[in-house]
């Protein structure tokens, strides 16, 4: 068995993942259209691959806008270089800047939700708990305000 087939697997379907979510942008966002699967599947590596390496270089650059706008500058990204790959690939439309904002918000919803249910994209949250038993940490000041009898050892949240 090859090394290189779980992440030639995950890059497949992480890249079927984005298809989807573009087809159902293509079908819900009046402006973006495609004619033929061809020009679907090159159009949707063609912004996986502007994802990869253009987009941290946007994000740089506009640092200080994703921060005063508390994020919602990155929708301003997605959508310009889904514009851009509209414009890179002919039989790939996308007709105005409002439809790529339209659309770059469906294919992040869609592909968050897809690629949540695969396994795609998991959480990075995590519960862990200390082992029945086991030793607990010496008691800071904060430990000395909990209940009686609360140990602890419940979840918490790694992000």
Known sequence: MNSQEPSNSRFLLRWAV???????????????EY?????LLAATLLLGLLNAFVRPLLLLLSLPLVVLSLGL???VINAALLYFVGW?????????????LGGAAVISLVATLLGSMLGVNPTR???????????????TRDDRRRPPGDDGGGPVIDV
């Not at 004619?35 to 020009?39: L, N, P, T, V």
């Not at 038993?133 to 010496?138: A, N």
């Open 18 to 32: 984005y298809a989807v979510a573009v087809l159902v942008a293509t079908q819900v966002v009046p402006g973006i």
């Open 35 to 39: 004619r033929g699967w061809e020009s």
């Open 73 to 75: 500058f990155l929708w």
């Open 88 to 100: 890179l690939v002919g039989p790939f439309d996308v007709t105005s800047f409002p439809s790529a």
């Open 125 to 139: 949250i995590q519960s862990r708990r200390s082992p029945p038993g086991g030793p607990l940490p010496s008691p």
